[in-house]
């Protein structure tokens, strides 16, 4: 096995962490070694239990943010559905869909800066509505907190907090202009203090380099999040980003890998956009991440939860809710 990526790997088994200095060495490492290491470490420290998620899209479109990557931004032209609160019927169908195939945590999602009173009564009602019919646990996702909409997420039963950093701090400021990094970091620290854990993470290939993926992993190691989704940039027609060309998978692989060995207590969650690696996506699943958001996102379609399954279990997952 590559040296550096030895070095590295008997660190973190033995209980330590890697530094800056060691992160961009193994951006020279060995590639095949690098992957087999962090599926190690995602071994070591996880076993082989998968962790399953999946989102619903509670309110869509019109948002007043800027985010260049957004197709729910009022400000770009990408004709997605808008509508204020997704019908009470469909939401239960799909709540339903997703606890009969095993999924284990839910989250309402809404496109916006944050909730208005009214949306806070049409999310809380729905929370309720799906506790009464699956045993599905919570998460939401639902822009900027405050003490009173956190409080009556918690009421409602949301146990995990979602507000992905996007990109590093010093790279956030080239996605997104109408709110800051420091903003969502607040709203992560306040869910936390309210009993909620946290899953922030963020998206790559918005023309950022591997070092700000790197400065976005270390980020979250320091807030100590136990749930990093890691997006790859779908180009939406409309956005600002849409004449970006795609990752390579190896570009994927490595940082799925680089953070695993940043952080190896958290769920690497694989989310939107991975189903643009076709058969590849899979490799993820052996190169560190050990977590997907499954079934269809929000402004485009996922793999099929069946299929992701079937291709998970082949790996050697195991998908009991704990």
């Given amino acids: 096995m590559d040296t550096t990526v030895q070095q590295a790997l008997t660190t973190i088994l033995d209980g330590g962490q890697i530094d800056w200095a060691t992160a961009t060495a193994l951006l020279s490492a060995d590639k095949n070694d690098l992957y087999q290491a962090a599926d190690q470490i995602r071994s070591h420290f996880h076993g082989n239990h998968f962790d399953l998620c999946s989102i619903i899209n509670a309110k869509s479109g019109n948002c007043t943010e800027n985010c260049r990557f957004c197709a729910q931004s009022a400000r770009h032209h990408t004709g997605v559905d808008t509508y204020t609160a997704i019908p009470e019927e469909e939401a239960l169908a799909q709540a339903k869909d997703n606890d009969q195939h095993g999924v284990h945590r839910l989250s309402l999602v809404t496109s916006g800066r944050s909730l208005s009173p009214e949306t806070v009564a049409e999310l809380t009602h729905l929370y309720k509505k799906i506790e009464e019919s699956t045993s599905l646990v919570f998460c939401a996702s639902a822009g900027f907190l405050d003490e009173q909409i956190v409080s009556a997420l918690y ?17 956030f ?27 922030s993470g963020g998206i790559i290939g918005m023309g950022e380099a591997m070092e700000d993926r790197l400065d976005m992993a270390f980020e979250l190691r320091e807030l100590e999040v136990l749930s990093i989704p890691i997006n790859i940039l779908t180009a939406i027609e409309g956005t600002p980003l849409a004449e970006l060309k795609p990752l390579t998978t190896d570009e994927v692989l490595t940082t799925v890998a680089l953070y695993r060995f940043i952080n190896p207590l958290a769920v690497i969650r694989m989310a939107g956009g991975r189903q643009q690696l076709g058969q590849d996506q899979y490799r993820c699943f052996a190169s560190g991440a050990n977590g997907a958001i499954v079934g269809n996102y929000l402004t485009t379609s996922g793999s099929g939860i069946k299929g992701d399954l079937e291709q998970l279990s082949a790996l050697g997952y195991t998908f009991e809710r704990s």
Avoid at 158 to 167: I, K
Avoid at 173 to 190: A, D, F, G, I, S
């Fill in 155 to 171: 009421a409602a039963g949301v146990r995990r907090y979602h507000c992905n950093l996007e990109a590093s701090k010093n790279y």
């Fill in 173 to 199: 400021p080239k996605v997104c202009t109408t709110h800051t990094w420091e903003e969502k970091v607040e709203t992560l620290k306040l869910a936390r203090a309210t009993g909620m854990s946290l899953c």
